[in-house]
Every structure is written in C-alpha cells, then in structure tokens.
C-alpha cells in the first residue's frame, strides 16, 4: 500500500505552496507533464463541497519532463481541520487522470495562539 503524501499548512498563511511528483501509472518514473493542465482540489474532510473552485485549482508545472507541479494556495484556509486533496491531470482529448488522494493538515501556528 502507498504511503498517503500528507502537508502541514497554517490558518491564515497567504501563500502556502504544495510541491509534487507525478509518477507513470506503471511505477516506471516521472510523468511527462508537456502539455498537461493539472488542477488541485481540497475539501474539508466530511464535507462534500471543495474549497475552491475554477482558476483558483490551477497548477503551475514547474519541470514537465520529471513531472514535477505545484499548487500555491490562492487565498488562506481559516478553518482548521484535516482536509483531502487530489490532482487532476488533463492530457487533453478527453483523456483525464487523478492522483492519489493527499492530506493536508490544516492548524493554527504558535504565532496565532
């Protein structure tokens, strides 16, 4: 079984970035991400709404032939609480694929308290 990916973010930080790797399917390496769209979704876990919608999910690749993307938060989360997240990757002709689930941990940092 795979080990669920798992980050820790804060209320309230303005820009909270979540780093990936996308892995082929097979397990053979990275994931060619050249002309991929990728978006990310997060929703508070016994919720059924995510937390953000439309170009707010968007992914930025940062190294499409290792298949390395990042998500930069567009707004901070205020509610603590353990959320699930998920990558949506379009290769474009209808052909979807969606990542692992991921946990992020959402909690109040010492300087808040």
């Given at each position: ?15 909270p ?37 439309g170009?707010?999910?968007n992914?930025n ?22 959320y699930?997240g ?21 909690e ?6």
């Amino acid at each position: 079984m795979a080990r669920i990916p798992t980050y820790k973010i804060f209320t309230n930080d303005t820009l909270p970035i979540l780093k990936f790797t996308i892995q082929k399917s097979d397990g053979t390496g990275p994931q060619n991400l050249t002309s991929v769209a990728a978006k990310c979704f997060l929703r508070l876990q016994g919720q059924s709404n995510n937390l953000l919608t439309g170009t707010q999910t968007n992914c930025n690749i940062t190294d499409a032939a290792n298949g390395k993307l990042q998500y930069i938060l567009p707004t901070p989360i205020t509610d603590p609480g353990i959320y699930t997240g998920q990558i949506l990757l379009d290769f474009g002709g209808g052909q979807l694929q969606r990542s692992e689930r991921f946990i992020a941990e959402v909690e109040e940092g010492i300087a808040n308290q």
